[in-house]
């Protein structure tokens, strides 16, 4: 292949795929690199895309039976201590009509079928013979001319363009080769993710969960579901399987000397988790390196002359307890960075200063809107009073509230007064609830 392409895309992940729907829209030739056997191939998530950016890149995707699982009408938030939970459970029938609040994907099944889609919006536009997806094959360098990135390298091969979107992913080594993020990352700020697969008779998954037809839920933990590591758990609904996990802060992991595959057996233990998923068999265990949603990971610039980077690999991911969003960040960021390279073709005009309206676009989106207005929440969720002392107290008050006795009960300001005494103090309560409040 010696001809030049508009813009060479690295990697076919959430990022990457809608980078690669909207140039194919905008009838961009382009060339979109993928190390894995096929789009999917490589990718862990807990699984829920947050959002409607996906109606944006597939209208009416819901019409289709194929990409994702449920969606999620069913949110609950659960505060654990070693026997107990206490959870802030919300189901709406507002969250049955579409563009639905959140999917559940399996990301080998999503990134294939978008994937396709990608493909056939590829094949209806001018570039049908001359834009290529292209699988099994590992981008090892950005090559760049004066300062402007001009084309990718694998191997002995060499591919040029006017244009290239880093989508690599949080594991962004090329986003470093280019000295965009060069600053040492602290291990504080990087977590890692487990995930069970675990299947059960489809029916047995409904009548356990509530669901109805295509209604899922989404179940986020806190406290002791990582066993005293910072971090917290999360399980779906899919189809016929549950996606359960933990993200674990990685310093935290080190110094405590555990093993997340350890603790992630201590969750499956607990009796709330336990009942959830009796009867389920795994089949499959993967683990992946995750941001922590802190901003401090972001490189300051994600845009070179002729080059943006988006997703993941910019660490645009937001994890403040509610939910973990990063595959919503990856694919309005995909969307952000392929209309800058359109704009930058139609204006003949690749430049830093032309690159960098896709930063400008982003920092104007929701993305880094939220990501900045969210910061203190995120460092919240890692605050040991809030990660570790409040679940015992929360769950030590829920087992006084809730127990019936044949004895005086009594009052609930009581009770709380006993928790609190014995897990924390009104002081330590105080400057949480004023974090809380200038957090959310
Ligand atoms: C356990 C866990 C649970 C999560 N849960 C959720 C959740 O519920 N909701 C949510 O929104 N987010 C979740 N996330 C985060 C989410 O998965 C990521 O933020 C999202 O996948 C980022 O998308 P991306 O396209 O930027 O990167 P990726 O999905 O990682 O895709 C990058 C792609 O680039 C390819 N690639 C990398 N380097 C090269 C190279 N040199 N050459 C060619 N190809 C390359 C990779 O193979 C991969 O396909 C979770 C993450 C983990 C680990």
Same mark, same amino acid.
Request: charge should be neutral; hydrophobic fraction near 40%.
């Given at each position: 292949?010696?001809?030049?392409?508009?813009?060479?895309?690295?990697?076919?992940?959430?990022?990457?795929?809608?980078?690669?729907?909207?140039?194919?829209?905008?009838?961009?030739?382009?060339?979109?690199?993928?190390?894995?056997?096929?789009?999917?191939?490589?990718?862990?998530?807990?699984?829920?895309?947050?959002?409607?950016?996906?109606?944006?890149?597939?209208?009416?995707?819901?019409?289709?039976?194929?990409?994702?699982?449920?969606?999620?009408?069913?949110?609950?938030?659960?505060?654990?201590?070693?026997?107990?939970?206490?959870?802030?459970?919300?189901?709406?029938?507002?969250?049955?009509?579409?563009?639905?609040?959140?999917?559940?994907?399996?990301?080998?099944?999503?990134?294939?079928?978008?994937?396709?889609?990608?493909?056939?919006?590829?094949?209806?536009?001018?570039?049908?013979?001359?834009?290529?997806?292209?699988?099994?094959?590992?981008?090892?360098?950005?090559?760049?001319?004066?300062?402007?990135?001009?084309?990718?390298?694998?191997?002995?091969?060499?591919?040029?363009?006017?244009?290239?979107?880093?989508? =690599? /992913?949080?594991?962004? $080594?090329? #986003?470093?080769?280019?000295? +965009?993020?060069?600053?040492? !990352?602290?291990?504080?700020?990087? *977590?890692?993710?487990?995930?069970?697969?675990?299947?059960?008779?489809?029916?047995?998954?409904?009548?356990?969960?509530?669901?109805?037809?295509?209604?899922?839920?989404?179940?986020?933990?806190?406290?002791?579901?990582?066993?005293?590591? =910072? /971090?917290?758990?999360? $399980?779906? #609904?899919?189809?016929?399987? +549950?996606?359960?996990?933990? !993200?674990?802060?990685?310093?935290? *992991?080190?110094?405590?000397?555990?093993?997340?595959?350890?603790?992630?057996?201590?969750?499956?233990?607990?009796?709330?988790?336990?009942?959830?998923?009796?009867?389920?068999?795994?089949?499959?265990?993967?683990?992946?390196?995750?941001?922590? /949603?802190?901003?401090? $990971?972001?490189?300051?610039?994600?845009?070179?002359?002729?080059?943006? !980077?988006?997703?993941?690999?910019?660490?645009?991911?937001?994890?403040?307890?509610?939910?973990?969003?990063?595959?919503?960040?990856?694919?309005?960021?995909?969307?952000?960075?392929?209309?800058?390279?359109?704009?930058?073709?139609?204006?003949?005009?690749?430049?830093?200063?032309?690159?960098?309206?896709?930063?400008?676009?982003?920092?104007?989106?929701?993305?880094?809107?939220?990501?900045?207005?969210?910061?203190?929440?995120?460092?919240?969720?890692?605050?040991?009073?809030?990660?570790?002392?409040?679940?015992?107290?929360?769950?030590?008050?829920?087992?006084?509230?809730?127990?019936?006795?044949?004895?005086?009960?009594?009052?609930?300001?009581?009770?709380?007064?006993?928790?609190?005494?014995?897990?924390?103090?009104?002081?330590?309560?105080?400057?949480?609830?004023?974090?809380?409040?200038?957090?959310?």
């Amino acid at each position: 292949m010696d001809e030049k392409f508009d813009c060479i895309i690295v990697g076919a992940g959430v990022a990457g795929l809608a980078a690669a729907m909207t140039l194919a829209r905008n009838n961009m030739k382009f060339l979109l690199i993928e190390k894995g056997e096929f789009p999917g191939a490589k990718n862990v998530s807990g699984g829920v895309l947050w959002g409607s950016d996906l109606a944006k890149l597939v209208p009416n995707y819901w019409e289709e039976d194929a990409g994702w699982d449920r969606y999620i009408n069913h949110r609950r938030l659960t505060f654990m201590d070693e026997q107990s939970a206490f959870s802030i459970d919300f189901k709406s029938s507002h969250f049955n009509e579409t563009p639905y609040t959140g999917v559940v994907v399996l990301r080998s099944r999503f990134d294939r079928w978008l994937a396709d889609k990608v493909q056939e919006a590829i094949d209806a536009s001018d570039h049908s013979m001359d834009s290529f997806i292209a699988p099994n094959i590992l981008v090892e360098e950005i090559l760049m001319d004066s300062g402007k990135a001009v084309g990718i390298r694998t191997g002995e091969e060499k591919f040029y363009a006017d244009s290239v979107i880093i989508a =690599e /992913g949080v594991n962004n $080594l090329l #986003t470093r080769q280019v000295g +965009l993020q060069d600053k040492y !990352v602290p291990a504080d700020h990087i *977590l890692t993710g487990v995930k069970e697969i675990i299947r059960f008779d489809q029916k047995v998954l409904e009548d356990r969960f509530q669901l109805n037809g295509k209604s899922g839920m989404s179940n986020e933990f806190v406290g002791f579901a990582t066993d005293g590591v =910072e /971090g917290g758990g999360f $399980l779906y #609904t899919n189809r016929d399987t +549950l996606s359960i996990g933990l !993200v674990l802060g990685l310093k935290d *992991l080190r110094e405590k000397e555990k093993k997340p595959h350890d603790i992630l057996n201590i969750f499956k233990q607990h009796p709330i988790i336990s009942d959830m998923i009796r009867g389920g068999e795994v089949v499959e265990y993967s683990a992946h390196v995750v941001s922590s /949603g802190d901003k401090r $990971l972001i490189p300051e610039k994600l845009y070179k002359s002729g080059l943006v !980077v988006c997703g993941e690999a910019a660490n645009l991911l937001m994890n403040a307890g509610k939910a973990i969003q990063g595959m919503d960040y990856a694919m309005r960021s995909g969307i952000l960075a392929a209309e800058a390279i359109i704009n930058a073709k139609n204006t003949n005009d690749f430049t830093e200063a032309s690159m960098k309206k896709y930063q400008d676009a982003l920092e104007a989106s929701y993305v880094m809107k939220d990501i900045n207005n969210f910061q203190d929440a995120v460092h919240l969720l890692h605050d040991p009073v809030m990660s570790r002392k409040m679940p015992n107290l929360i769950c030590d008050f829920g087992r006084n509230f809730f127990s019936i006795k044949t004895e005086p009960t009594q009052k609930a300001r009581k009770m709380l007064g006993k928790a609190v005494k014995k897990h924390s103090s009104y002081w330590e309560l105080i400057k949480l609830g004023w974090k809380g409040s200038r957090a959310l």
